[in-house]
């Protein structure tokens, strides 16, 4: 289901520090004088940006004075190619009133469903269809809508690190990635572990490199510390006089769909944040060439956590609340034993879900009752509950439904009860 959406004008550019923008901004304390020191970057933005309806009609609008997402991206550019694959995927949420922001980092290679293009890694989508099929690919993926795009490139961010004095980070372990180095120079490709300042570029190593046993995964959490650090330094009081610097600086690499006004109520809202106040996770998943295949429940516990305004700690009480009548569902009869479709299709009838058509599987071959879905697992995990000893399973294209779910009931069907009187 599809939230209604406003088409407005939006713009583009590249990676998460983008959100830096909003974090050195806060600390300005006054909208009047904000607003002075933003308005000629704005318009920088807007001539740097290029005008796409397609993106415009994919962003869903946000709700005032409510917690909104932000997609953020940096592009991984290739020789020849005139668009890039994302590098970096981040989904924020940013709350305002709580003076709180989640970050969900996503694989790049993270296989998904991309409209029109069959399985591909999610990265591939900004190079298929621009940004706007990357929104609407996040969107299926994570299930939840994206209000805002941001990014900003390789120089933009050296810039706002470097304006801001460099970032403090307590390096875990030694890099030495001159792959990861800006621009090909290798003067920075050498970072020793230990807490220490980095300026710009060890600051872009730091958060690029990938020459890990794991990859992306320890990539993505050098990324998630130092986003922890870059609010910290923001948030600083001594890095107000470097405002309109660094704005200025910044405003030439980036670009956004956001107003002016919306940068500053955010900018305020979280003038008091730090890096205490910022939430980071990864999507957990497993390498299996040339995808990462990710780890469903993980998925739904952190994209719940973040929805709810929780702590991605495991430790915490997360609900994830599907409404019945939002879920369309197909029943067959696997089993060829007659009435267990239209049994099951009661059940869950009678639970509040939508089901549409019952009817026959092409062979009844089928040993269990299954609960089949093509992108919604909690959801399949929701259905599954309703009927004794049904199986989720992904379809991953092996079954033909139109609706959410498609539930199979297997021989193992024994005369289920509907509990109607």
Known sequence: MRVQRMRRKKAMKRTAVVVALLLVALVA???????????SAQQTMNENSQMDSDLAGALTEREPKEPFTVLLLGQDNRPGEKVARADTIIVARIDPDNDKVWTLSIPRDTRVEIE???????????????PALMVDTVEEYLGIPINHY??????????????????????????????????GTYTAHHIDEGYQLLDGNHALTFCRSR?????????????QMFFKGLADQAAKFDNVLKLPGIVEDVAQYM??????????????????MGGENVETATIKGEWK??????????????????MQGLSFDTTATVEVDIKP?????????????????????????????????????NQ????????????????????????????????RGMYDFSTDILVVVGKDYTGWETGED
Request: proline share 2%; net charge negative; aromatic share 8%.
């Open 29 to 39: 304390g006054g909208a009047t004088w904000a607003y002075s020191l933003l308005r």
């Open 116 to 130: 029109g293009y069959g399985i591909e890694k999610i990265n591939a989508a900004t190079f298929h269809g621009g």
């Open 150 to 183: 941001m990014d900003i490139d390789f120089d933009g961010f050296i810039q706002v690190v470097d304006s801001l004095g460099g970032v403090w980070i307590d390096v875990d372990t030694e890099i030495d990635d001159k792959k990861a180095s800006s621009h």
């Open 211 to 223: 020459d890990f046993p794991d990859g992306d995964f320890t990539r993505m959490r050098h990324q």
């Open 255 to 272: 670009s956004t769909d956001m107003s002016m006004s919306e940068i500053i109520e955010v900018a305020l809202a979280l003038k008091d």
């Open 289 to 306: 060439s040339p995808y990462i295949w990710p780890d469903e429940e993980n998925k739904e516990f952190l994209v719940a956590a973040m």
């Open 325 to 361: 009548e939002n879920v369309t569902i197909a029943v067959r009869n696997g089993a060829g034993i007659e009435g267990c479709a239209t049994a099951a299709a009661d059940i869950l009838k009678k639970a509040g879900y939508a089901v549409g058509e019952v009817g026959n599987a």
């Open 364 to 395: 009844f071959v089928y040993d269990e009752t299954l609960v089949v879905y093509e992108a919604d697992r909690a959801a399949a995990v929701q259905v599954a509950a309703e009927l004794p000893k049904a199986k989720v399973v992904e379809s």
